[in-house]
């Protein structure tokens, strides 16, 4: 059975939650507490999602400060606290954020699961099939590899990735044993689609292909271990948290080298804007794999037109059997647990949700 409507994972937080975790933060409020509140915003997300007919669904990512910071939490040897990053708004002004990733400043140590609770409440109480997401080993390699302080525990990249690998790949085997039947791995390759970023590569002197070859094995590593009834995704995220970033670049290059040699069911992209470039990418996409085509923006509360949705899915079968694509909205809708981390609200989100359900319906019935 193919999956035509996803959803890539987080979902708006109610206020209620934000308040809590804002307590629990600053001691106001115990761990229980704050659990209760998760869990009463789980089962009110799982009924929206059940009530829109959307096909995969989520917790939501409720029980996290931000979407990867679940593994941060549950693994000993980064740095204490999440740093300032800068960001680029439209109109040119650098302004600080709070980023989702720390550096590694020592070994890395597992002291707990990561995934279990999300897991075991969601095989107790989800109405339908559902979905736990983590971050992919590359991407937490790219982004807490920090020279200066990471190299005093990992001399290379490539060693810290070994030891990411070791850990999430665990992790992914125990969700199996434990009846979850699709697991995402986020933010992989990214970099890849971002043409700064490969000015930098260019800069740094390090060569492109090699660096991808080796984030595919790596992440490969993983996927390879988990039983073929597993529903395997990637999902490539060009940031949503402040609607200001995420790169401008097209899927080209790195569709041509990616869509076959990942070993996954599921890639979801974004497709939201003309950033992302054109579909033709999509003819790089091997038979028995699917196209998650996130067209239905989680960055702006204004509903989409359906016959544009229509007419956008329509163009992509030029490329792409239109029995390998799925529709979705583009990313997250909030990454993280900020006050300024959603941009629409629980109802404007239900209603594009819904949109991905009816349009979906129209085509694949």
Excluded at 142 to 163: C, F, K, V
Excluded at 210 to 218: F, H, K, M, S, T
């Amino acid at each position: 059975m193919v999956f035509r409507t996803d959803h890539v994972g987080s979902l708006t937080r109610p206020d209620l939650l934000l308040d809590a975790r804002d307590s629990y933060h600053a001691g106001r409020i115990g761990r229980d507490e704050l659990v209760n509140a998760e869990d009463a915003a789980i089962l009110d997300a799982l009924e929206m999602e059940r009530n829109t007919g959307i096909d995969i669904l989520s917790d939501g990512e409720m029980r996290r400060d931000s979407w990867m910071t679940g593994f941060s939490a549950a693994v000993e040897g980064f740095v204490t606290d999440y740093a300032p990053v800068e960001q680029r708004k439209p109109d040119g002004t650098i302004v600080p954020v709070i980023g989702h990733h720390k550096p590694v400043r020592e070994r890395l140590k597992q002291v707990s699961r990561f995934t279990e609770h999300e897991a075991a409440f969601m095989n107790e109480h989800a109405p339908g099939p559902f979905k736990i997401t983590m971050p992919s080993p590359s991407g937490i390699a790219r982004s807490s590899y920090l020279p200066g302080i990471s190299n005093y525990a990992y001399p290379t990249r490539e060693e810290l990735q070994h030891d990411l690998v070791e850990i999430i790949s665990a992790e992914m085997l125990q969700l199996t044993s434990e009846g979850v039947a699709y697991i995402q791995l986020d933010m992989g390759f990214s970099v890849y689609v971002i043409n700064e970023r490969f000015e930098e590569f260019e800069r740094a002197g390090s060569n492109p292909e090699y660096e991808l070859q080796r984030d595919i094995a790596a992440d490969n590593l993983c996927y390879d271990l988990l039983p073929p009834t597993i529903i395997r995704a990637m999902h490539l995220c060009r940031g949503s948290r402040t609607s200001w970033s995420g790169g401008i670049g097209g899927y080209d290059w790195l569709a041509e080298r990616l869509f076959d040699q990942l070993h996954v069911d599921r890639f979801l992209l974004e497709y939201d804007t003309e950033r992302a470039g054109g579909f033709e990418p999509l003819r790089f996409m091997p038979k028995g794999k699917v196209a998650v085509l996130g067209l239905v923006s989680s960055k702006a509360p204004g509903l989409e037109k359906q016959e544009a949705l229509l007419r956008r899915i329509d163009e992509a079968s030029k490329f792409c059997p239109i029995d390998q694509l799925a529709l979705s909205p583009q990313c997250g809708f909030q990454g993280a647990a900020d006050r300024d981390g959603a941009h629409m609200t629980i109802e404007e989100q239900r209603r594009k949700l819904e949109l991905v359900v009816e349009t979906a319906q129209k085509i694949w019935g």
